[in-house]
Nanobody, 121 residues
Framework: QVQLVESGGGLVQAGDSLRLSCAASGRAFSTYVMGWFRQAPGKVREFVVNWSGGSTNYADSVKGRFTISRDNAKNTVYLQMSSLKPEDTAVYYC????????????????WGQGTQVTVSS
């Protein structure tokens, strides 16, 4: 059993920056594919970015503004968000996979509880 706990969400203004954290329990964290998804009210959960096979993949909507990073010694993955827009408002979820994974939610084995990010105009 792997537990993921997100933190760092909050209320910010358009143009601001915010860093989300995802702390993972258990062994073998460094071998997991890690990803971030988000879900706005009334919408489906959508892919944001992942770290897979040593490379990163970003959704077009966040490319150039968001950056994923990980600290294996701390079992933590981060999402640095810059130039935030109102359309970035959503609950952000951390996800992990024990195998190759891309942008589909069904490819991930473990999920955090989510952290709310609200961007005002």
């Amino acid at each position: 059993q792997v537990q993921l706990v997100e933190s760092g969400g909050g209320l910010v203004q358009a143009g601001d920056s915010l860093r989300l954290s995802c702390a993972a329990s258990g062994r073998a964290f460094s071998t997991y594919v890690m990803g971030w998804f988000r879900q706005a009210p009334g919408k489906v959960r959508e892919f944001v970015v992942n770290w897979s096979g040593g490379s990163t993949n970003y959704a077009d909507s966040v490319k150039g503004r968001f950056t994923i990073s990980r600290d294996n010694a701390k079992n933590t993955v981060y999402l640095q968000m810059s130039s935030l827009k109102p359309e970035d408002t959503a609950v952000y979820y951390c996800a992990a996979s024990r195998r190759l994974a891309f942008s589909s939610i069904g490819e991930y084995d473990y999920w955090g509880q989510g952290t709310q990010v609200t961007v005002s105009s």
